[in-house]
């Protein structure tokens, strides 16, 4: 039988023949999913034999990864603001640059002990939500999709992180059926604009969904139907962070002054320098 060492050689050499941009991470990343290893035992057990079955996997697993599909759809689980969320087909992979986000809420809510009221809009895995109350401990919110698939994942995924008690997860169109006053509102849209869904990378267009994607024909819906009700689900000085797509910032700032929320200095910007959170406040 082979090590697992040796598999994890010859993964590395196929994701690299396939053109993988990280083949020894990937490679890692995927035995250790695939066989339930940790980093110590690749280290220091390398040479145990895997079973043809788990060989087997492996090699299925491999084929749909040299395929297109993420790494994080095949393990099931992608990590974000160091906290663990299993996926769903009906839920988008939690991306490094939804981090900032959750920078610029700590930077306009310094105090951790706040009670701030949280509405997180379009909450996917929970992602967003459930980072917010692992930081601010006396924090409630509730979490809102339009997905029944994407809201019981939420759900199982707070559950699972110890924080439901503190975070509901509910299905909606938007905010609806939501009453007012959050301190503040969360949303990564969806914001691709529809004629560009078909120029996305695989791992985006055939495995995320189409609705946590498409923004419409110019990618702005989404940021239309939350500026509109944003003055009514605002606490007085209560704070909206959004997700911007690239070059976004000028129009949803455009958007919000429409209704009369100013924002609050520049959008944040991400690891790539991409204008990424902006961030309103409720006069």
Same mark, same amino acid.
């Given at each position: 039988?082979?090590?697992?060492?040796?598999?994890?050689?010859?993964?590395?050499?196929?994701f690299?023949?396939?053109?993988?941009?990280?083949?020894?991470?990937?490679?890692?990343a995927?035995?250790?999913?695939?066989?339930?290893?940790?980093?110590?035992?690749l280290l220091?057990r390398?040479?145990?034999?895997?079973?043809?079955?788990?060989?087997?996997?492996?090699?299925?697993?491999?084929?749909?990864?040299?395929?297109?599909?993420?790494?994080?759809?095949?393990?099931?689980?992608?990590?974000?603001?160091s906290?663990?969320?299993?996926?769903?087909?009906?839920?988008?992979v939690?991306?490094?640059e939804?981090?900032?986000?959750?920078?610029?809420?700590l930077?306009?809510?310094?105090?951790?002990?706040?009670?701030?009221?949280?509405l997180?809009l379009?909450?996917?895995t929970?992602?967003?939500?459930?980072?917010?109350?692992?930081?601010?401990?006396?924090?409630?919110?509730?979490?809102?999709?339009?997905s029944?698939?994407?809201?019981?994942?939420?759900?199982?995924?707070?559950?699972?992180?110890?924080?439901a008690?503190?975070?509901?997860?509910?299905v909606g169109?938007?905010?609806?059926?939501?009453?007012?006053?959050?301190?503040?509102?969360?949303?990564?849209?969806?914001?691709?604009?529809?004629?560009?869904?078909?120029?996305? %990378? #695989?791992?985006?267009?055939?495995?995320?969904?189409? @609705?946590?994607l +498409? =923004?419409? /024909?110019?990618?702005?819906? &989404?940021?239309?139907?939350?500026?509109?009700?944003?003055?009514?689900?605002?606490?007085?000085?209560?704070?909206?962070?959004?997700?911007?797509?690239?070059?976004?910032?000028? %129009? #949803?700032?455009?958007?919000?002054a429409?209704?009369? @929320?100013?924002? +609050? =200095?520049? /959008?944040?910007?991400?690891? &790539?320098?991409?204008?990424?959170?902006?961030?309103?406040?409720?006069?």
């Open positions: 039988m082979t090590s697992r060492a040796e598999l994890l050689r010859a993964l590395a050499r196929d690299a023949s396939a053109g993988l941009e990280t083949p020894e991470r990937e490679a890692r995927l035995l250790k999913a695939s066989l339930g290893l940790s980093d110590l035992d220091a390398g040479e145990q034999p895997v079973s043809p079955d788990d060989a087997a996997r492996l090699t299925q697993l491999a084929a749909r990864r040299m395929a297109g599909e993420p790494l994080a759809r095949l393990s099931g689980t992608r990590e974000f603001w906290l663990d969320f299993a996926l769903a087909p009906d839920t988008l939690p991306r490094p939804t981090e900032t986000l959750i920078e610029a809420v930077e306009v809510f310094p105090d951790r002990a706040a009670p701030l009221t949280i997180d379009g909450t996917g929970g992602a967003l939500l459930a980072a917010l109350l692992s930081e601010y401990r006396n924090a409630t919110g509730v979490g809102i999709d339009r029944e698939g994407a809201a019981r994942q939420a759900r199982e995924n707070l559950a699972r992180l110890g924080l008690e503190r975070g509901q997860v509910i169109d938007w905010a609806s059926a939501i009453s007012p006053g959050f301190d503040l509102v969360v949303s990564n849209p969806p914001y691709i604009p529809s004629t560009d869904i078909a120029s996305l %990378d #695989v791992e985006v267009r055939v495995h995320d969904p189409l @609705l946590a +498409d =923004g419409g /024909a110019d990618g702005l819906d &989404a940021y239309r139907a939350i500026a509109a009700d944003l003055p009514r689900l605002l606490a007085r000085g209560g704070r909206a962070v959004m997700e911007l797509g690239i070059g976004q910032e000028a %129009d #949803v700032a455009g958007l919000l429409a209704r009369g @929320l100013p924002v +609050d =200095g520049p /959008a944040r910007r991400d690891l &790539a320098g991409i204008a990424r959170a902006i961030v309103t406040i409720a006069a």
